[in-house]
């Protein structure tokens, strides 16, 4: 189609246009204009890096599941959901605010739980002997 069609206004400005015409301003509208030599626009959609503001909701449910001391790693899984919540809205400074305390409560499940464990397994190992004899 590379003929151009120049569209002149309707003798009766005050009648609707015909079926025609809208049919043909249809085709323009939707093929384009004529295809002349005119440069190709390209379009660029910038996505700013702060959308990638980490959650920690996997950690959060593996502390609440496994290693639930003090029922902070439910708090966390919590703060998880709060941030990830912020980030759908597009709120990236309460996100991030949510998420930092998310992490730190999942650092301080995971020390816990380790001293836990190590105290359980240092008076297991100490009183084993004992009562062997």
């Known amino acids: 189609m590379n003929s151009s069609h120049t569209f002149l206004p309707h003798p009766n400005a005050s009648l609707p246009p015909s079926y025609e015409r809208l049919k043909e301003e249809h085709e323009v ?3 384009g204009g004529p295809q002349g030599s ?3 626009t390209t379009t660029v959609i910038n996505i700013p890096r702060e959308t990638s503001v980490p959650d920690h909701v996997v950690w959060s449910l593996f502390n609440t ?6 029922c902070l790693g439910f708090v966390a899984f919590a703060y998880s959901v709060k941030s990830r919540d912020r980030k759908m809205v ?3 400074t309460g996100a991030r605010a949510y998420a930092s305390t998310a992490q730190f409560l999942n650092i301080l499940v995971l020390v816990f739980s380790l001293l836990v464990v190590i105290t359980a397994l240092i008076v297991l190992f100490t009183t084993l002997p004992q009562l062997s004899i």
């Open 90 to 92: 597009g709120d990236m």
């Open 29 to 31: 509208a939707v093929l």
């Open 65 to 70: 599941l496994f290693l639930n001391v003090c």
């Open 38 to 40: 005119a440069p190709e």
